[in-house]
């Protein structure tokens, strides 16, 4: 195998429980906890209607339990199912890396319980399976910017992923490294996905390469091999994203694990926007809408590329179309944020995302890439973001931010987490049984076996 794949391999192989730290095992815990939560607020919409429709038309008793289904489904279309009910929101967790890369860690989580419920494993064999992916994930967001390469998040959820389940399924190091060539080689992820008007495969792209890693865990369990130099051999990976170093795979940085260092978010949109939203429902006390002449959103680089219409999507982010584009429009989600005073899962409703009322205020805003803030992005990975408001009368109010509540370094506490819970969960289940998952969820360190969660999550939208 080529030194990539074997560094990964090895570094899952050798992870055990007891040898995770008590602060890693704390953060696995809320990451899973943050992750059901969204996963519920999520469950009813189209894409997740659909993809369950698919997963509950191949009943499999030995399989994995997907939300809101009666029976077991495979286990790749659960992960698929489950994921895609995670992600939908764009509310769940973010890892952002030094060089930029990046993604939504958590989307992980559903083939990693699918694989602990298969095996009947514990509670903490889901967090020790969290555990080697969040690490896998965050040593690529580290080591390259696989964005800058036309290569989407869904690499690092892949390969997270597939050595998180392998090591489940009880695979050596040489399976481990099977399973991670057969969940990636084929299955290449493309950014195309988040360009553009975006689609309802935006919210479910991670949930496919959740899927697909599932997929080659289980071919390699099964005896089948596959290329054993998937990133340095000729035609590999790295012919595509160029070559990147993980030999610091599993290193603490700042003394703290890749689950610690992994933000969550206060609102459902975008992470980038999370900085602009806070600032804008601070400012708005200050004016009235119909004063305002112009507004300009200072940034770092990546705000405006990917939410700004850096991208050559202006006419889509100043114009959205659907809740995908909507909640990866800053124009859209900061003249929602001044008109309404906050931002909901009712943010996003086809009616509001397609209101013409909010329109003239969206053209007068503008975004812009601000080279002091990039700079400070880069030296310091500290998120800082200014808005200029200029009023009709000639006043400016000008402020800025710094660390938005859920990064890491402003990060959300407990009842935050237990707060954006609640108020999603009543989505699903009725007051009762979403207080007994709730406590399940927490004590997820002392459950013998996943079957009563599994339930529990079966029930979901049944009265």
């Known amino acids: 195998m080529d030194k990539t794949t074997q560094i990964i391999a090895d570094f899952a192989a050798s992870q055990t429980y007891d040898a995770i730290s008590t602060e890693a095992k704390a953060a696995a815990i809320r990451h899973h906890f943050d992750g059901i939560g969204c996963a519920a607020g999520g469950f009813d919409s189209e894409p997740c209607h659909v993809v369950?429709?698919?997963?509950?038309?191949?009943?499999?008793?030995?399989?994995?339990?997907?939300?809101?289904?009666?029976?077991?489904?495979?286990?790749e279309y659960a992960t698929f199912a489950n994921a895609s009910a995670v992600r939908h929101l764009d509310f769940n967790d973010t890892y952002l890396g030094g060089k930029g890369g990046g993604g939504h860690p958590n989307d992980m989580a559903p083939a990693i319980f699918a694989a602990v419920e298969m095996t009947g494993g514990s509670g903490k064999d889901l967090i020790t399976g969290l555990y080697i992916a969040y690490e896998i994930f965050g040593g690529l967001s580290n080591a390259i910017r696989f964005r800058g390469k036309g290569i989407d998040q869904g690499i690092s959820v892949s390969l997270g992923s597939a050595a998180a389940v392998a090591k489940i399924l009880g695979l050596d190091r040489e399976g481990i490294a099977n399973a991670i060539a057969m969940a990636i080689v084929p299955c290449l992820p493309v950014r195309v996905t988040r360009a553009g008007e975006l689609s309802h495969w935006k919210g479910c792209a991670t949930a496919h390469a959740a899927m697909t890693a599932m997929f080659g865990a289980r071919?390699?369990?099964?005896?089948?091999?596959?290329?054993?130099?998937?990133?340095?051999?000729?035609?590999?990976?790295?012919?595509?994203?160029?070559?990147?170093?993980?030999?610091?795979?599993?290193?603490?940085?700042?003394?703290?694990?890749?689950?610690?260092?992994?933000?969550?978010?206060?609102?459902?949109?975008?992470?980038?926007?999370?900085?602009?939203?806070?600032?804008?429902?601070?400012?708005?006390?200050?004016?009235?809408?119909d004063e305002i002449e112009h507004i300009d959103i200072h940034s770092y680089h990546l705000t405006w590329h990917e939410i700004g219409g850096g991208q050559g999507d202006v006419a889509e982010k100043w114009d959205p179309k659907t809740r995908e584009s909507a909640d990866h429009s800053l124009p859209y989600l900061a003249a929602v944020a001044l008109t309404d005073g906050q931002i909901t899962l009712e943010s996003f409703t086809d009616k509001r995302v397609r209101d013409p009322a909010l329109r003239p205020l969206m053209q007068k805003i503008a975004v812009k890439d601000d080279e002091a803030l990039q700079e400070h992005w880069a030296a310091t990975s500290e998120p800082k973001n200014r808005i200029d408001i200029r009023l009709k009368n000639g006043r400016t109010i000008s402020e800025e931010v710094v660390n938005f509540r859920g990064h890491t370094k402003n990060p959300m506490n407990d009842d935050e987490i237990r707060f954006k819970f609640d108020n999603m969960i009543g989505y699903v289940?009725?007051?009762?049984?979403?207080?007994?998952?709730?406590?399940?969820?927490?004590?997820?360190?002392?459950?013998?076996?996943?079957?009563?969660?599994?339930?529990?999550?079966r029930s979901w939208g049944h009265a």
């Not at 369950?52 to 286990?75: C, E, H, Q, Y």
């Not at 939203?277 to 009235?288: A, D, N, P, V």
């Open 52 to 75: 369950r429709k698919i997963a509950g038309a191949v009943n499999d008793s030995n399989g994995a339990s997907v939300f809101g289904l009666n029976g077991k489904a495979t286990p």
């Open 219 to 289: 071919l390699a369990q099964a005896g089948m091999t596959g290329p054993s130099k998937p990133f340095e051999g000729f035609d590999g990976i790295w012919n595509i994203s160029g070559p990147f170093d993980l030999s610091g795979l599993g290193e603490r940085i700042d003394g703290k694990s890749a689950i610690e260092r992994t933000a969550y978010k206060f609102f459902p949109a975008e992470f980038n926007s999370q900085g602009p939203i806070t600032l804008l429902l601070k400012l708005r006390q200050q004016f009235g809408i």
């Open 429 to 457: 289940l009725p007051k009762d049984r979403a207080a007994k998952l709730s406590d399940m969820l927490w004590s997820l360190d002392r459950q013998a076996r996943l079957d009563d969660l599994a339930a529990n999550f």
